[in-house]
């Protein structure tokens, strides 16, 4: 067992989630496309925050779920984000301190920008058109970085929207070379293929220099080198990272470690809401690398985690997933 105070530390957008049902009319007056993610600004924000009914909040934000996923599995966690002292900020602080996770930053006081919120409407037909005001979660910089938070975990794990500011670029080479300095992991999830079309020399710069390991989608890795075959952009990945990290959704898991690869299958299932499925799979692999496990009984936990939060709405898990791994024998 480590000593350090932390088994994973998060680094990433603190999002208030907030979801209500509604009628195709009203995304059609409100002119909300349906069906996809688009960001928005302050007013417009607010304005549709006002028009919703019945508004059931959930904290969210991709790498703040896999944290929450860390909590729910036992590991000792933390998370790094920036939230304002509002209403929004002040429930996130509480429901991640609620999860057992230790939100190590204040809301901000007197900040101009509110907390970040993701709107989403479900339609009738189950589809969710989603709002994004990124808000203050999208300033954070490494003043936010706390030494003694980064410098005393064994893994910290960073989210790859973060990277679309120079100040978020400096606050994970913060966070990873004070990780790594101490002895520590540093990985990252890739979170979107967009961003690394805008960013794509810094990520892999990155990914070569700075990090330990790397996690993303089938769409994610094959965005990195471009070579448009899934084992030549694995292979190229695993070149200069020594563990890489493939979801494929329902043809299972592909794991490079120290140019060793494994594949995983994975049970096909249908979902119920697939929203947090690759942010469960990091939480279940993450844990599975902290306690040593072995690359496929990793994968096999990261899977089992996705599982589970595919089964219901919501994009953090409902059961207790070191209960459902003991089902499953894999701890």
């Given at each position: 067992m480590s000593q350090k105070k932390y088994q994973v530390v998060g680094i990433g957008n603190a999002v208030v989630d907030v979801i209500a049902r509604c009628e195709d009319a009203f995304l059609t007056e409100n002119g909300i496309e349906k069906g996809i993610m688009q960001l928005i600004e302050q007013d417009r924000g607010e304005a549709l925050y006002h028009a919703m009914g019945n508004r059931v909040?959930?904290?969210?934000?991709?790498?703040?779920?896999?944290i929450a996923g860390a909590g729910n599995l036992g590991l000792r966690s933390a998370f790094i984000g920036r939230v304002s002292d509002d209403d929004l900020g002040k429930f996130y602080?509480?429901?991640?301190?609620?999860?057992?996770?230790?939100f190590v930053n204040a809301p901000v006081s007197g900040g101009e920008l509110p907390t970040s919120r993701c709107m989403v409407f479900v339609s009738p037909d189950g589809e969710r058109s989603m709002n994004t005001y990124l808000g203050i979660s999208a300033e954070l910089g490494p003043e936010d970085v706390a030494e003694d938070v980064a410098g005393n975990t064994d893994v910290i794990f960073l989210e790859g929207y973060l990277?679309?500011?120079?100040?978020g670029k400096d606050a994970f080479l913060r966070a990873a070379r004070t990780c790594r300095a101490a002895g520590g992991k540093a990985g990252i999830a890739?979170?979107?293929?967009?961003?690394?079309?805008?960013?794509?020399?810094?990520?892999?710069r990155l990914i070569a220099n700075e990090m330990d390991f790397v996690i993303g989608n089938e769409d994610e890795i094959k965005s990195l080198y471009q070579n448009n075959d899934l084992d030549k952009d694995l292979a190229a990945v695993a070149a200069v990272?020594?563990?890489v990290v493939c979801t494929r959704s329902g043809d299972?898991?592909?794991i490079?470690?120290?140019g060793v690869r494994t594949d995983v299958p994975v049970e096909k299932v249908v979902p119920v809401d697939a929203t947090g499925a690759g942010d469960q799979f990091a939480a279940g692999f993450i844990y599975g690398l902290v306690t040593g496990a072995d690359m496929e009984t990793a994968g096999r936990m990261g899977s089992t985690s996705a599982g589970e939060v595919i089964s219901h709405i919501g994009p953090r898990p409902e059961r207790?997933?070191?209960?459902?791994?003991?089902e499953k024998g894999l701890i």
């Open positions: 909040q959930t904290p969210g934000g991709s790498v703040a779920n896999t602080a509480e429901a991640m301190t609620n999860d057992g996770i230790d990277f679309d500011k120079d100040k890739i979170s979107d293929p967009f961003c690394v079309e805008r960013h794509r020399e810094d990520f892999l990272c020594p563990l299972g898991v592909s490079v470690k120290d207790n997933l070191a209960e459902l791994f003991k």
